[in-house]
């Protein structure tokens, strides 16, 4: 597939989605129906709600496609993307011509169904951003022009249980990853072993918190919680700058098997839960980080040098 710089969303990625060769959008399906997110076309706002009640600048946001059912499908893969295109005017001030341009923006989608023609995304809105001003104009019934880029994730049946695949997610970089879960743990033949890293700033903002809680039932499925500003009043939690494991204020807002930790994700703590889920050392072992720039470098150097991932 082919890219332009209309496809550019502007913000200099460091894992740029058009500066990679992905695979390849699928234009039909295995019926002849057509792809609608192999060009960028308008899907309709069904709801537009806060993920946490709580919570102001965390949106999830429901779309459907306009086409028909019976002409098209929405075909994608854990991993792919979709790219919202916003179109607005810039005034040229020295012939006072008018000239249309847009702003993008890539997503995730972390739920869809393929003949409803629907997708799911989360979305952060941050003050006095063009998107999250367009983002908190839009209403249900709206429409919003989408297309699909795939992603270079891609994930091979393990029918042994030989394969060790350890994901370390950022805030609301888990959704993505949900995806790519859940298509390991619904197939009855995969064995995969999963470790589910997953980093947040409180217990508050741990996105996805029951949807965790399910999947933990799942054999297969091990899920880490680390916290990076959890911290309340308490004399002795001040002076560590985090809640300490301990701390009755921290322990009340958890529920009953969850494996959350009030501090940042560390070294030690990686080579904890290896030993607590590796129960043999020759594993294929498989790493996927998902987050900001930063933080995916940060923990990619860790896995690399500790040997800690693939």
């Known amino acids: 597939m082919e890219y332009n710089e209309n496809d550019c969303c502007g913000n200099g990625c460091a894992n740029c989605i058009l500066n990679v060769k992905p695979k390849i959008i699928v234009k039909l399906n295995d019926n002849g129906k057509t792809n609608v997110l192999r060009n960028y076309r308008y899907y309709r706002l069904l709801s537009k709600k806060k993920h946490i009640s709580d919570v102001s600048d965390i949106l ?33 001030q020295a012939n006072d011509t008018t000239e249309h341009k847009h702003h993008l923006r890539p997503y995730s989608p972390y739920w869809w169904n393929s003949v409803k023609m629907e997708f799911k995304i989360l979305v952060s809105v941050r003050p006095q951003g063009y998107m999250t001003q367009y983002i908190e104009r839009l209403q249900e019934r709206d429409e919003v022009e989408f297309r699909g880029f795939s992603g270079l994730y891609e994930h091979g049946c393990d029918f042994e249980g030989k394969t060790y695949q350890m994901i370390i997610s950022q805030g609301i970089a ?11 743990l619904n197939n009855e033949e995969d064995m995969t072993r999963i470790v589910h890293v997953a980093c947040f700033q409180h217990v508050r903002h741990i996105y996805f918190r029951n949807k965790l809680k399910d999947l933990n039932h799942y054999w297969n499925y091990k899920c880490f919680i680390y916290l990076s500003k959890q911290l309340c009043e308490s004399t002795d939690c001040k002076q560590m700058g985090h809640c300490l494991d301990r701390c009755l204020n921290f322990r009340k807002q958890l529920t009953y098997k969850e494996n959350i930790y009030p501090y940042r994700l560390t070294v030690q703590s990686l080579k904890q839960i290896e030993s607590k889920t ?18 995916q470098k940060f923990y990619k150097e860790i896995l690399t040098s500790e040997d800690l991932g693939s």
Request: hydrophobic share 40%.
């Open 278 to 295: 590796m129960e043999k050392k020759h594993y294929n072992r498989i790493a996927v980080i998902a987050g900001g720039s930063e933080f």
């Open 60 to 92: 999830e946001l429901h779309f459907k496609s306009k086409e028909s059912e019976n002409d098209c499908t929405l075909t994608l893969t854990p991993g792919d993307h979709v790219m919202m295109r916003v179109e607005f005017i810039s005034k040229q």
């Open 174 to 184: 888990i959704a993505p990853t949900l995806a790519i879960i859940e298509e390991i």
